[in-house]
């Protein structure tokens, strides 16, 4: 029997434990969540602050969120939304949708809820067939335990600890400040100038909801060209801000030398991979936000029983979680074979070297920037999940991971592909 921790139960958790209950009699899933609910980021709350237990909020949801992708591309391979209604839909819908998902493969109870994940150490430093010893803490008794795993699948999530740049003088700034994290609406903002700092998915769309209320909103980012769409009146792309004027309280320095005036600034720039919870002697490091050292964003050079899930981003999160966690289960299963310790380290090595010679900052190290990235990411791990199931059928053992089909991968970039067509299209006939 190996049992196998599995930290969070937002999409990536649950998504984990569905295939380790259903994987094989040998694995024994143990799965901690630190609220009371299934769902993670999509629980959304009108706290901003600390939660019943006194924890950081951990939810980034606002009131109006709409997903930024299609359901289409959004669901797991095997549980696929309700085909009716609209494509981009409300994070109650997404919510409820992870809920039917746990009911489905009837997740919940083996959840413990409220049970926050404190340290993890392994039992054997150093050495590659190490177990971890988690010691976790009931929130509604205090009391602490600890619990041996074989594996561990961390899936804490990844947008809750927000990253605010250094700006200089901003302590100067007598303007309200808010990192997006701790956006709810938009109605604090009626009648202000507001400078949005960072235009990826929660900028923009933030940005357009304050030109409903606000009287000026400047988008303000470093990237080398404006937005080409269509934009509210009343907002302004200007360049990224680096300061804050001396001697004056609300005016903002940006990198191109101009100024602005502002009543408020809103921070969305993004968040910091966070895991608290690991020992030194895990040996993980987080730098630049590069997570180290994983090999293929997954998987624990060192400690191959140690797997991060849900690292790359601008990917199909939950598509992605759905391969990740299966690959790991083939792995701990001895179904697919790693590479030696010292091979995954030196291909993880290439890896980082290939990107810098592409010219990309080490900082997008786990960002998919190109659909090549992507959908290589996907076939790469496909590819050996589709000949370690030909292995075993031939050996005539049968092969556990149910849902895995050979054409999950081709089936989810035929449909991404037909609808970012479909959105280029709308967004065409719009300007038109
Ligand atoms: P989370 O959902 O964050 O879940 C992590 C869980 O771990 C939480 O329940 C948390 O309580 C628990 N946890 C953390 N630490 C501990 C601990 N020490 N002990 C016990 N439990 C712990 N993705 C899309 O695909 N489409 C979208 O449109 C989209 N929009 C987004 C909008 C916003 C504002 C944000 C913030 C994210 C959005 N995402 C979107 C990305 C989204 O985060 C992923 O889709 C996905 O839900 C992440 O799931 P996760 O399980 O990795 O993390």
Redesign the pocket.
């Known amino acids: 029997m190996k049992t196998v921790g599995i930290?969070?139960?937002?999409?990536?958790?649950?998504?984990a434990l569905r295939h380790a209950l259903t994987a094989s009699p040998n694995i024994v899933p143990v799965i901690?969540?630190?609220?009371k609910v299934?769902?993670?980021?999509?629980?959304y709350t009108d706290n901003i602050d600390k939660d019943d237990h006194g924890l950081p909020v951990?939810?980034?949801?606002?009131k109006s969120?709409?997903?930024?992708?299609p359901k289409e591309v959004?669901s797991f391979p095997d549980f696929p939304f309700p085909a009716e209604g609209d494509s981009?839909i409300p994070?109650a819908a997404?919510l409820r949708y992870?809920q039917d998902y746990s009911q489905n493969f009837d997740l919940e109870r083996h959840i413990k809820f409220e049970?926050?994940?404190?340290e993890v150490v392994p039992s054997k430093p150093g050495a590659s067939d190490t177990e971890w010893i988690v010691t976790?803490r009931d929130l509604t008794s205090d009391k602490l335990t600890t619990t041996l795993c074989h594996a561990l699948l961390i899936?804490?999530?990844?947008?809750?600890v927000p990253y605010i740049p250094s700006i200089d003088g901003i302590e100067n700034f007598c303007g309200s400040t808010m990192h997006?994290?701790s956006y709810r609406e938009a109605s604090p903002y009626s009648d202000q100038t507001v400078a949005v700092l960072g235009a990826s998915?929660?900028g923009l769309d933030i940005s357009v909801e304050l030109c409903s209320v606000a009287k000026k909103v400047y988008l303000c980012h470093n990237l080398p060209i404006p937005f080409p769409a269509a934009l509210p009146s009343n907002l302004e792309q200007k360049a990224g801000i680096v300061g804050v004027k001396q001697g004056t309280s609300n005016t903002l320095v940006l990198k191109d030398g101009s100024e602005l005036e502002v009543d408020a600034l809103l921070y969305c720039t993004g968040?910091y991979y966070t895991f608290?919870?690991l020992a030194d002697s895990c040996g993980v490091t987080v730098e630049d936000q590069q997570v180290w050292p994983l090999y293929r964003h997954l998987i624990h050079c060192d400690y191959p029983t140690l797997a991060f899930?849900?690292i790359p981003t601008k990917i199909?999160?939950?598509p992605l979680?759905d391969i990740q966690v299966r690959y790991v289960i083939a792995c701990l299963l001895g179904l697919v074979r790693l590479p030696s310790c010292s091979d995954m380290r030196s291909a993880t090595e290439q890896d980082v070297k290939k990107r810098a010679a592409w010219g990309h900052p080490s900082r997008y190290y786990h960002k998919m920037v190109s659909d090549d990235l992507l959908w290589g990411y996907f076939y790469d791990l496909q590819d050996d999940l589709r000949c370690a199931k030909k292995t075993a059928l031939k050996e005539g053992t049968p092969w556990p991971l149910t849902a895995s089909t050979d054409d999950d991968v081709v089936r989810l970039k035929g449909i991404w592909e037909i609808v970012y067509l479909r959105l280029v299209f709308q967004v065409l006939s719009f300007r038109n």
């Open positions: 930290i969070g139960a937002g999409a990536a958790g649950l998504c901690w969540e630190q609220s299934v769902g993670g980021t999509w629980v951990h939810s980034s949801m606002y969120l709409r997903t930024n992708l959004m981009f994070h997404m992870l049970h926050v994940v404190l976790v899936c804490n999530g990844h947008y809750s997006s994290h998915a929660s968040y608290p919870f899930v849900g199909l999160p939950f979680f």
